[in-house]
């Protein structure tokens, strides 16, 4: 989802055009419930990665401090994308699962909701 000013006036140029990332896209990522990472992190894909690579190498590389990721059963995982839910293809790539540049992934872990349950 991309955001462009439509103040009268605006004339700076928008620097975060796909155009400006050599064959990535931009791909927002939130852990629900677990907030020791307050923000969604914002990592560069190409857009043919297959998405099994995210629950098989990336999410758990990004988030390994967390102790719950060692915990999490990713054939449980609850998928959105842009803030629906869905399904992912493991077998086809981040674009093919819909995805463009700027999109948001979030994830929910059932059972897992931070440290101590706390969300944290």
Same mark, same amino acid.
């Given at each position: 989802?991309?955001v462009?000013?439509?103040?009268?006036?605006?004339?700076?140029?928008?620097?975060?055009?796909?155009?400006? /990332?050599? &064959?990535?896209?931009?791909?927002?990522?939130?852990?629900?419930?677990?907030?020791?990472?307050?923000? #969604?992190?914002?990592?560069?894909?190409a #857009?043919?990665?297959? /998405?099994?690579?995210?629950?098989?190498?990336?999410?758990?590389?990004?988030y390994?401090?967390?102790?719950?990721?060692?915990?999490v059963?990713?054939?449980?995982?609850?998928?959105?994308?842009? $803030?629906?839910? /869905?399904t992912?293809d493991?077998?086809?790539?981040?674009?093919?699962?819909?995805f $463009?540049?700027?999109?948001?992934?979030?994830?929910?872990?059932?059972?897992?909701? &931070?440290?101590? $349950?706390?969300?944290?």
């Amino acid at each position: 989802m991309s955001v462009v000013a439509k103040e009268p006036g605006y004339t700076s140029e928008v620097r975060d055009r796909v155009e400006n /990332f050599h &064959g990535q896209q931009l791909l927002y990522i939130g852990w629900d419930n677990h907030l020791m990472y307050s923000n #969604p992190l914002c990592i560069p894909v190409a #857009p043919d990665m297959p /998405f099994s690579m995210l629950p098989t190498k990336i999410l758990p590389d990004l988030y390994d401090l967390h102790p719950d990721m060692a915990k999490v059963d990713w054939k449980k995982v609850e998928w959105l994308r842009d $803030g629906k839910s /869905f399904t992912p293809d493991m077998n086809e790539s981040v674009a093919g699962n819909g995805f $463009g540049h700027k999109s948001v992934l979030r994830f929910a872990t059932p059972g897992l909701n &931070g440290l101590d $349950g706390r969300c944290i």
